[in-house]
């Protein structure tokens, strides 16, 4: 035994390694199981990978059969307790794929979805009803990259796996002119029901990010989403016409708002009349310098009603919560909560636009006023400011109810002299430094409204899957 041992000193060692390594690959395995687990409204009974459908992750091939086919495949188990599609590590190059109900569509760390700029790869679709026209051509739009319709029960999630929409094709033909057609969104989901997105970074998206449109019950959750600050129109966030929204835990760069809410485009919106409304908004990280980190319009002809944002930082960003509509908009902006504001290096803290014009077509209504009453702000604290607030109303019809309370704006050492520049608007303040305009009077001790009620979509948890 002991003549073993001094004979074999370097096999006892690789052997002891051996036994090491052997653990470490049980504790890795576990370790990998546990990371298998993920969040979601809805955990799926069937699953397959996107090589089962002959995907190749090599950055060059075309994915988008593998895609359509593995979907197609899948939604046969909508009915019988769902599937989902695994996209396992590598570059996944595809064009557009439209998603099923009772599916979830889950990227794997090191998982990255390359957005094709073979733009014959690109279905066309109508404009939306609610715009009545594309946002950068007046005829149709191409298919957004990841697309659903008329679903139930839909997640987009992973384990921090990467969408790429390889914007810079689109961006180049946008400065260009050359856009005959409205650029691809990266994800949209239209007219359905119960939908997650979440836990993934996006970045390069030709135009908006995340578009919900005519839809309710949506979580949004753990993104990351980046564009260049320079880029044109890169919304991280659109919920347009949509009920009962939560998006939380996002961190944000874009060329453009962070989170834009929207409900449609002067008489296209208000004839299609579907408001956003019921929306929750906490926990924002946003770097936008030429936008505001939530906007609320400038579509808003179909309503925007009670949304609750709250717990909110913004860096080198234009304004935090601004508020763009115009003559021929109609609908009406009510009942907006805004609690807790961290700002640094701002233009504005306050800005409210009564005059932001870019109509669809001369066919709008100029009878057609914007209703804006019962916009609330608290607990803000900015530093490194131009401008406190530019809050400017419409001749005849004032924005009311505007109510402000325990603000501290400390303004940059190139201040512009009027702080505050206010028109046709109405409401009060308390607590706010700089001292604001004569419009929005100092109310002594008021605590601006924040509901304390929840909202329905607060009450869904996500289930842990495997
Ligand atoms: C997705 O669905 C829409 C609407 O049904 C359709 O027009 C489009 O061609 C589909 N896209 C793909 C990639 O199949
Ligand atoms: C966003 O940034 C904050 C601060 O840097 C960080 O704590 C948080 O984890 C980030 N969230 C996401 C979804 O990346
Ligand atoms: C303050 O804001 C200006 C832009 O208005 C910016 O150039 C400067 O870097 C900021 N300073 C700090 C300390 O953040
Ligand atoms: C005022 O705002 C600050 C910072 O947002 C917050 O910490 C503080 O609790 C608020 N004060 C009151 C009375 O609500
Ligand atoms: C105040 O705002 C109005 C628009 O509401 C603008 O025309 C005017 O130039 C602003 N004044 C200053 C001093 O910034
Ligand atoms: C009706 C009304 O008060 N209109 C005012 C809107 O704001 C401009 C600029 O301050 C005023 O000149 C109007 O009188």
Same mark, same amino acid.
């Given at each position: 035994m002991s003549q073993t041992m001094k004979m074999c000193p370097r096999l006892r060692n690789s052997y002891g390694i051996g036994v090491i390594s052997l653990v470490l690959i049980l504790v890795s395995v576990n370790v990998k199981v546990a990371s298998g687990v993920y969040y979601a409204i809805n955990c799926r009974k069937h699953s397959a990978v996107l090589t089962d459908f002959g995907g190749v992750g090599d950055g060059i091939t075309s994915n988008t059969k593998a895609f359509q086919s593995a979907i197609s495949k899948l939604s046969q188990y909508a009915s019988d307790g769902g599937a989902m599609l695994v996209v396992p590590p590598g570059k996944w190059l595809t064009g557009p794929f439209n998603l099923t109900s009772h599916f979830t569509l889950f990227l794997d760390f090191g998982a990255v979805i390359l957005a094709s700029?073979?733009? !014959?790869e690109w279905p066309q679709l109508p404009v939306l009803p609610s715009y009545g026209r594309g946002r950068d051509a007046p005829g149709g739009r191409f298919s957004s990259l990841i697309f659903g319709t008329h679903l139930t029960d839909v997640v987009i999630t992973g384990n921090n796996g990467l969408i790429d929409g390889q914007g810079a094709y689109w961006w180049n033909k946008f400065h260009q002119g050359q856009l005959t057609l409205t650029r691809p969104y990266l994800i949209e989901i239209m007219y359905s029901d119960q939908i997650q997105i979440s836990f993934l970074t996006l970045v390069n !998206?030709?135009?908006?990010? =995340?578009h919900p449109v005519y839809s309710s019950n949506i979580i949004i959750k753990g993104l990351t989403i980046k564009a260049? =600050?320079? !880029?044109?129109? $890169?919304?991280?966030i659109n919920p347009d016409s949509c009920s009962n929204i939560r998006i939380e835990d996002c961190n944000i760069t874009s060329g453009d708002d962070c989170i834009a809410v929207k409900s449609g485009w002067d008489e296209y919106g208000i004839r299609f009349g579907m408001p956003t409304q019921h929306l929750i908004i906490r926990r924002i990280t946003c770097v936008s310098p030429d936008s505001a980190m939530i906007a609320l319009g400038s579509e808003m002809s179909g309503g925007i009603y009670d949304v609750r944002a709250e717990d909110l930082t913004a860096i080198n960003t234009e304004a935090a919560v601004r508020i763009k509509t115009a003559i021929g908009r109609g609908g009406y902006v009510k009942n907006i909560f805004v609690k807790g504001m961290n700002l640094n290096t701002m233009k504005y803290v306050f800005w409210i636009t009564g005059t932001y014009g870019d109509h669809p077509d001369p066919g709008y209504d100029p009878k057609a006023l914007p209703y804006i009453t019962g916009i609330n702000y608290r607990d803000v604290v900015a530093t490194n =400011? $131009? %401008?406190s607030a530019r809050l400017e109303g419409i001749s005849n019809d004032p924005f009311t109810g505007i109510c402000i309370s325990n603000v501290s704006i400390q303004v940059s050492?190139?201040? %512009? %002299?009027?702080?505050w520049n206010c028109s046709n608007i109405s409401g009060v303040t308390s607590n706010v430094t700089p001292y604001p305009c004569a419009l929005l009077p100092e109310k002594g001790q008021l605590e601006c409204p924040f509901p304390t009620d929840t909202l329905p979509i607060d009450n869904v948890q996500l289930k842990s899957c495997n």
């Open positions: 700029q073979d733009e !014959s !998206s030709p135009t908006w990010f =995340v260049p =600050v320079d !880029s044109p129109n $890169t919304d991280g =400011v $131009t %401008k050492e190139q201040q %512009k %002299k009027l702080q």
